[in-house]
């Protein structure tokens, strides 16, 4: 190999490096192996692999041979109380799938989902998920738990639930007519479990 080549591979192993150490870390990736490293804090082992039990940066101590997770710039990312934002994906009769866009005011640091089951969709009766929201609709929701980083939403306060509509028919927006959704195209009306802003919010 030239000295060119001798640099280029050098740069190329200096920049993996680099991005080694801002690239930031989530749950459940590998860092290593039991046979080359020891594992260390915000990690566990299995089958032999060391994984990240927390977000972080990885940090390798090359006096102990160690692999830890170290703290990164703050993150965006729904907590226990958080306000969210998010478009439904898909519908079932007790539970909804949630694709979360907004935590608050701001974008989140990586793809976040959560579930809106049927009793914390509304604190009246509802028959099936259905009737509360359909796939496509832009949900305001509350996280009542992050327990192993499952989201579990609830819509049933009165500023929270489904914030703008879509025609489950025509795919047209529903505006609101009285206690209903009408579709503006097709004149279709729907029901939904509607934030007490709705139409205000995301369009």
Known sequence: MDDNGMRK???????DRENEK?????PGDKLGVI??????????????????SVIGKKEISPKTRSISIGPARPLTMPTLGSLVEGQVTSVQDKMANIRILKVGEKIPSGFFTGVIHISTASDDYVKVMPFVCKPGDIVRAKVISDKNRTYQLSTAEKNLGVIHGFCSRCGGSLFKR???LQCNTCQNTEERKTANDYGNGAQ
């Open 9 to 15: 591979k050098k740069q190329g192993t200096h920049n």
């Open 22 to 26: 801002t690239q930031i870390i989530i």
């Open 35 to 52: 046979e080359e490293y020891v594992p260390g804090q915000g990690t566990f082992t299995n089958d032999g692999n060391i994984i990240s």
């Open 178 to 180: 009285g206690r209903i």
